[in-house]
């Protein structure tokens, strides 16, 4: 209950605000959308990291209001940068579990959608495979989610449970290869067979792919040679303030 206070009284505070971080179009070298990523300065802690508080927000349910005040401050944000000249610029959200399991979560986006004017093709939703183990009830999610017009990503590709099989049922735009695949994959053989694997398995099933967590130069030349599509990571940029994205997507133009 202590926790839960916290949290309440923490988006109460407006102690929660988000950074983003840019997505390159490889083949372009264009900046073509960015993930907000949510962060907590508390009041006497200083920041605290999502991965700390966002398991507390999910048992104690408060990650449904925390997730709707990051989707619409985040709606709110890309409206701005459309109308600043950033005209396509796609806007990334992660959902929790629970949010993805909330029987209000369409409506709940189409409120939002409505009130801040922001274009649903522009609107990018990730979730993991974990939260697609109840097949049926994720497809019935995912396909009302996908009437309201947005995309949906994998997040986390290649880390979760899930049978390749569900993939052909899902109603998915793109797969995001996890970090832990990219960070080893020019030493490690292995790893370098699965992210091909998996950047021809999005091709073939006629998805996108994003490779997460790229921080060289090499990485990215492999990731080019092999058809990714984009790539995330700290060698296009960190996740920043809205006030730096502005200018980093207008220098990659
Ligand atoms: O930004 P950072 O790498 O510290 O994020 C740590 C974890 O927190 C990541 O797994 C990320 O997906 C998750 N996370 C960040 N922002 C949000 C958010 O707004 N909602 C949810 N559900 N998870 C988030
Ligand atoms: O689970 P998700 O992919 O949403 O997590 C995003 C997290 O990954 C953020 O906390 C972000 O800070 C972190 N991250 C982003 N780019 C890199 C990178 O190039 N290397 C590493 N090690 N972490 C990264
Ligand atoms: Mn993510
Ligand atoms: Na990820």
Known sequence: VQLENELRKALERGEFFLVYQPQMDIASGRIVGVEALIRWRHGEKGLVSPADFIPLA???????????????TACRQAKRWHGAGLADLRMSVNLSSRQFMSQDLADSIRRIIQ?????????????????TLDVGRAIATLHQLKQLGV??????FGTGYSSLSYLKNFPVDRLKIDRSFISQMLSDTNDRSIVSTIIALAHNLNLQVVAEGVETDAQSAFLASHGCDEMQGYLISKPLPEEDIHRLVLQRV
């Not at 009130?115 to 939260?131: V, Y």
């Not at 995309?151 to 986390?156: A, F, N, R, V, W």
């Open 115 to 131: 009130e801040t004017g922001f274009d649903p093709g522009l609107l990018d939703l990730e979730i993991t495979e974990s939260m």
């Open 151 to 156: 995309s949906i990503s994998i997040d986390d």
């Open 58 to 72: 999910e048992e104690t349910g408060m990650i449904v209001p925390i997730g709707e005040w990051v989707l619409r």
